[in-house]
């Protein structure tokens, strides 16, 4: 019986299982959707739900605590000043999870795990406007580059200028 024993053991020893949880949820964190089998996402989500809960609370004894589980400092300070505070307002459910069919190899079932809200779109808007504007500006300063003739023999075919290949060569 296996009472009072939660989470899955998704194969691996103690270590390995932890050490691949960690590096889920940095990737989590970094990319904020990944695709993986059904049981490693759902243990996935408890502990994102976890460091997203410590990134909302903002203490330093926080920070700490998430540091010991994401290696990452980058990763760590985006979960703090990005992704917590757009995660404000609510109380858990802060991320989906759903299936993505199955895997081909061995038949596995995948889901797709992401956070619930996205990077605000006025963001986003804001920076393909700035990216277009520094395109344009760096368009209208180049000059455009001109196109010179070279000398053609007959046919079209270029002349070359050295003897010993090419069709202008005598052979003996």
Do not use: W
Not at 42 to 69: C, D, F, W, Y
């Amino acid at each position: 019986m296996r009472h009072q024993k939660a989470g899955r053991k998704l194969g691996r020893n103690s270590p390995h299982r932890i050490s691949m949880l960690r590096n889920m949820v940095t990737s989590f964190f970094g990319n904020e959707r990944i695709e993986t089998t059904d049981a490693k996402a759902k243990e996935l989500q408890k502990l994102a739900e976890k460091m997203i809960t410590l990134g909302k609370q903002g203490s330093l004894h926080a920070r700490r605590n998430a540091l010991a589980v994401i290696k990452d400092r980058k990763i760590v300070k985006k979960l703090f000043e990005d992704i917590a505070p757009r995660f404000q307002d609510r109380q858990g459910g802060y991320t989906r999870t759903f299936k993505a069919g199955h895997r081909p190899g061995d038949g596995a079932l995948l889901s797709v795990i992401e956070l619930t809200t996205k990077a605000s779109s006025t963001d986003k808007g804001k920076t393909k406007t700035k990216e277009k504007a520094s395109t344009s500006k760096s368009v209208s300063k180049k000059k455009k580059p001109t196109k010179k003739s070279s000398p053609k023999g007959e046919k079209g075919k270029k002349i070359s200028k050295e003897k010993g290949h090419g069709e202008g060569a005598k052979t003996k």
